[in-house]
């Protein structure tokens, strides 16, 4: 059975497609962010890398500061390629073990990774889907939604894979500039084609 990929640029709507799709589709999920995040905060080992490698103040009460993590990783491009070197080999080790596992019992395999291209992982799956928006769209929910000021935002969105070039790369590209009802035929969509294809 196949690992699916869903990629795509920050507040493309990743998140929102994956958990569409797999209502839809029945497939084991791994969400990336949320693998990162329980690495951060409950991996003493993480903790220990993180603390040597920037400063003991990044965690409050035992979690790390998030906001200010964000401040020092987008705006010194060397912190955020020290923060991904502690976590990005771990992330991508977990979840291809869990897919060689899948691959073994014949399950489906869903698995949402925001940076797949930058760190190589489209090499180990079977098809990729990028979700996608308009650039407005992205600094709309990322201002507004996340609360973000607009030239910290468009930050972030540089630091990343452009999105014309994940669209280049994509076997499927879901556009999700819309309304929440199109996401959602787009996910049945691809469910169906999934069912024909994969079964």
């Given at each position: ?12 709507g ?8 797999s ?60 923060l ?37 992982g ?29 030239p ?22 879901i ?25």
């Open positions: 059975m196949p690992t699916i990929a869903i990629t795509g640029g920050i507040a493309s990743k998140t929102a497609f994956r958990q569409y799709l209502s839809r589709w029945n497939a084991e999920p791994f969400d990336a962010d949320a693998a990162v995040a329980e690495f951060m905060d409950h991996s003493e080992e993480v903790r220990q890398e993180i603390e040597e490698t920037f400063a003991p103040t990044v965690y409050r009460e035992g979690r790390l500061d998030k906001e200010q993590m964000r401040t020092r990783i987008f705006s010194h491009p060397e912190a955020r390629k020290k991904e070197g502690i976590l990005h080999p771990r992330i991508q080790a977990i979840w291809r073990k869990r897919a060689a596992d899948c691959a073994e019992t014949k399950s489906r395999f869903l698995v949402e990774i925001p940076l797949l291209y930058e760190t190589g489209e090499t180990f799956c079977d098809f990729v889907i990028v979700v996608a928006c308009s650039l407005a769209t992205q600094l709309e929910r990322l201002t507004s939604s996340r609360g973000l000021e607009k910290f935002a468009n930050k972030i969105i540089k630091s990343q894979i452009s999105t014309e070039d994940k669209i280049r790369r994509a076997d499927l590209v556009w999700n500039d819309g309304p929440e009802e199109l996401l959602i035929e787009q996910a049945d969509l691809t469910a169906n084609y999934f069912v024909e294809r994969y079964g």
